[in-house]
């Protein structure tokens, strides 16, 4: 249990890579973090330096007030669970969990003990003296948390650790792990590159992308106020139709890139002639006229989910690509033309040239 | 390539067979001149069944010693031969494996210049630096001992990149893990490196018995005493005396018993290799 304070945080490789500059947070006790961003944002770099297995260029790095910067990892007091489960081959699931205790130097009966409860925990018991290669994937991750758990750490890191597993046990463990931290109350530092893994786990998300905090919110606030247009694009599924546009002189409308229009109704926070984007998800979109903004989509090629339909296709009249997503099983053709509106509390702008938010008062 | 006809079959059980014969004959040949008198090997037919004197030849092998192989018994000539091929074992494999643990593992100056001097020496065999080597051994005075006959072979370049092949493929992710779990430097070496690396220990402690046991030259240097004999060296020394006639069936005895650790390493070590690989996953 313990808060984890992350200061002006920044790594750059011998070599002049930058993978990390700049990353200011700080975790309370007991919370649960989720790093998520696409492939090469650093996210891992910043697990990597929580937990002493990377050097720090610069910034602070404080567990429970006590910077830590230049501790080894086995003297930070944290557990790392991680993407292929890195237990020794040789050793038993009991041996693979004594190992650190019995590098602290606790009692035997003590070790016993937290294993004992740790394999009750997570329903390893029976495999206590297989070897790890006589388990399959799920089991060996649990392993590796079990590990985790019976040190006792201040903070948790996990670095992708369901990314090796099938779907259905994904999920399965993820409810888990919820599940685990839950009892545990401890802090948990997450990394994925997996929104909907962020989305479900995360008390907050810290949304990464070039070695740059994009966000840091709870999971609803980046779905409902993205601060950019990355974190727009990366939170949801299908993810958010984003159109290019220009400003029109009354600033009430915007031109889209080509030569369709989308009235708002009302004037837009920016002056006249300006490069913005609109953001609007696809869920948001409704197949009636009851919105204030009206789209008519020309209908592309669909996806049955069964639950919902999602409608790929382009704006009627333009090239702008749109995708809807529509309620319960539908049949379209290509080419039909479905007329939809949305509210205006729901459409996003973005400035065009940095991607940042601009606030209207629509809501 | 896998075709099922039974003329195939059969041709290709044949051919094995013939094989397996043909390179099980001069053993057997072997075995059985050494169960012979000195005059049934002299004289034609060969016998090609065991003789009666298998008791007398070997005792006076072993411990009689023979005047042809310089008066010693062959029993202390394959005490020295065993010293000699664990000791090069073992220090080639404690050598290697502790240095090719600093060149994977460890970030110091010259790192790759280390390991390419380690790697250049593998091109220069024993047979090409005996002289200096020879020059080294007599100015530290240890000819006619058993330092002199292991040492200089110690060195081993060969296992040395063995092990660093074998360290390279294990996963940055176990070392990290082993950090996490405070295991230091040589913890980590205990525990887990050398554990993992049980079956190429248990393959080079083959070929690394194997080479010591079979060495000659080296030896055949270094010794001048004959109680430093190996039975490689006695062999020889029997095959070569003189004006003599070679005494056949003590010879063809010696070779049995000189063939007999080498097979015994083999057997046992096959199991650790074969357990070793049935156990491996990934």
């Known amino acids: 249990m313990a808060t984890l304070s992350i200061k ?32 090469g944002c650093g996210k891992s770099t910043i697990l990597r330096m ?35 489960y890195a237990l020794y081959p040789h050793m038993s699931v009991r041996g693979n969990m004594e190992y650190g205790l019995k590098n602290e130097g606790l009692p035997k009966a003590q070790i016993a003990e937290r294993i004992a409860e740790a394999a009750r925990t997570l329903r390893l018991e029976e495999f206590l003296d297989r070897k790890p290669a006589n388990l399959s994937g799920g089991q060996r991750q649990r392993v590796a948390m079990g590990r985790a758990i019976v040190r006792d750490p201040k903070v948790f890191l996990f670095d992708e650790p369901l990314s090796n597993l099938d779907a259905k046990l994904r999920t399965q463990l993820r409810a888990e792990l919820k599940a685990l931290h839950k009892r545990l109350g ?20 810290i949304i990464m992308s070039n070695g740059k905090v994009e966000q840091i919110g709870t999971p609803m606030d980046l779905y409902l106020r993205p601060a950019s247009r990355f974190v727009a694009d990366f939170i949801g599924s299908p993810s958010m139709n984003v159109l290019d546009g220009t400003v029109s002189s009354d600033r009430r409308s915007l031109q889209l890139n080509g030569s369709h229009q989308i009235d708002f109704g009302t004037e837009l926070p920016t002056a006249a002639g300006n490069q913005i984007a609109i953001g609007i998800r696809p869920e948001h979109l409704h197949q009636n006229t009851a919105g204030e903004t009206r789209i008519e989509l020309s209908v592309g090629f669909i996806e049955q989910l069964g639950a919902d339909t999602v409608v790929h296709g382009t704006i009627a009249g333009s090239q702008s690509p749109l995708a809807v997503r529509l309620n319960g099983v539908q049949a379209r053709d290509s080419g039909d033309s479905i007329a939809l509106s949305c509210g205006r509390d729901q459409i996003h702008l973005f400035d065009g040239t940095t991607g940042q938010r601009l606030n209207w008062d629509n809501q | ?101 600093a060149i994977v593992y460890f970030q110091f100056p010259f790192r790759m210049g280390f390991f390419w001097m380690i790697f250049i020496t593998l091109m220069l065999p024993v047979e090409v630096r005996i002289l200096p080597t020879f ?52 913890r980590f070496f205990w525990d887990i490196l050398l554990p993992l690396s049980r079956t190429n220990i248990a393959a080079l402690f083959i070929i690394l018995f194997i080479y010591g046991w079979n060495q000659y030259l080296w030896p055949l240097l270094i010794t001048t005493d004959e109680s430093l004999y190996t039975v490689v060296m006695g062999i020889q020394r029997m095959v070569n005396s003189g004006e003599s006639l070679p005494v ?29 690989l049935v156990e491996s996953e990934k």
């Open chain 1, 8 to 39: 002006s945080l920044g790594k750059v490789y011998p070599g002049g890579v930058t993978a990390v500059s700049d990353v200011n947070v700080d975790i309370a006790d007991g919370e649960f973090i989720v790093l998520v961003g696409p492939s």
């Open chain 1, 50 to 84: 929580i937990a002493g297995l990377e050097g720090i260029t610069s910034g602070d790095l404080q567990i429970d007030d006590r910077r830590v910067n230049d501790l080894e990892p086995g003297e930070r007091d944290i557990a790392m669970v991680f993407q292929n």
């Open chain 1, 186 to 205: 401890a802090t948990f530092v997450y990394v994925t590159h997996d929104q909907v893994e962020a989305m479900s786990l995360a008390d907050r998300i």
């Open chain 2, 1 to 101: 390539m896998v075709e099922n006809r039974p003329f195939l079959t059969f041709l290709t059980h044949a051919v094995l067979i013939i094989g397996v014969l043909f390179l099980c004959f001069p053993v057997w040949m072997a075995l059985v001149a050494s169960t012979h008198g000195p005059e049934a090997l002299s004289s034609s037919p060969i016998p090609l069944w065991f003789g009666d004197r298998a008791w007398e030849n070997y005792s006076q092998l072993l411990v009689g010693g023979l005047p042809e192989a310089g008066g010693v018994p062959i029993g202390s000539m394959m005490f020295n031969s065993l010293i000699m091929a664990l000791v090069i074992t073992f220090g080639k494999i404690a050598i290697s494996i502790i240095s090719a643990y």
């Open chain 2, 135 to 186: 020059d080294v051994v007599v100015k530290m005075g240890m000819l006619n001992t058993y330092a002199g006959l292991t040492v200089p072979l110690i060195a081993s370049a060969t296992a040395t990149f063995l092990f660093r092949q074998f360290f390279l493929t294990i996963p940055d992710e176990l070392v990290e893990a082993a950090r996490i779990d405070r295991a230091g430097p040589l």
């Open chain 2, 248 to 276: 056949w069936h003590y010879i063809m005895g010696t070779a049995v018993l000189a063939m007999i650790p080498p097979v015994i390493v083999v057997v046992a070590m096959q199991k650790l290799f074969v357990k070793g």
